[in-house]
């Protein structure tokens, strides 16, 4: 019981079968299966702990320690198309979970650690009081520290969806693009052209 204790001190509330998950060897220290759960999907090891009423607008704030997992990093403050990109203004919308809810949250002020790079998977530690508005929390970095972590299996579809968002469309009349539209009851221009071809 006292293992349990001092993971939720430091911010990790893992179930029973997630602390034996990252404690495979019996004889491993706290900070041990802290590295090993910094790795893991919470959703296979982690317990419960956000409140239910926080995306409801019912709550003003939540009380850390604890650690959430990054699900997925948008910067809302560009257009969709351009959101891998460096340059622009940063306001991330951040959808977190403990491994069995979800919450969202925005990212104020530039949290050190944090961007577009940083893959879903990764773990983020909530301290003190969080305050929260219209139903999402609001982070810095005096409340939020940002942990690191890699989940393979996440950071692996992150990344093929991410480098298949970047890569351009084939031009039309290109070689491999598609072909130009053409509205429904007209005939093509070079069809004549064609046709005297073959004749």
Known sequence: MDLIQDLQRQGWYLSENGIKECNKLDSVSVQEIIQEA????LKQIGEKHLPESLGKSKSEFVDGPFVLQVQKIRNVAIPKDT???DGGQKLYRLTLTDGHGTCTAVDMKGISGLSHNTPPGSKVKLL?????????L???NSNCKVLGGRVEKLVESWELKRSLATQNRVAVNQ???PPPFIP???RRKDAGQTSNKRG
Do not use: M
């Open 128 to 136: 003190g009081r969080v305050p929260i508005s219209h139903g999402f």
């Open 38 to 41: 910094l790795n893991t999907d």
């Open 184 to 186: 429904f009851g007209q």
């Open 175 to 177: 070689d491999g693009g």
């Open 138 to 140: 609001l982070l810095n």
């Open 83 to 85: 959101e891998y990109s």
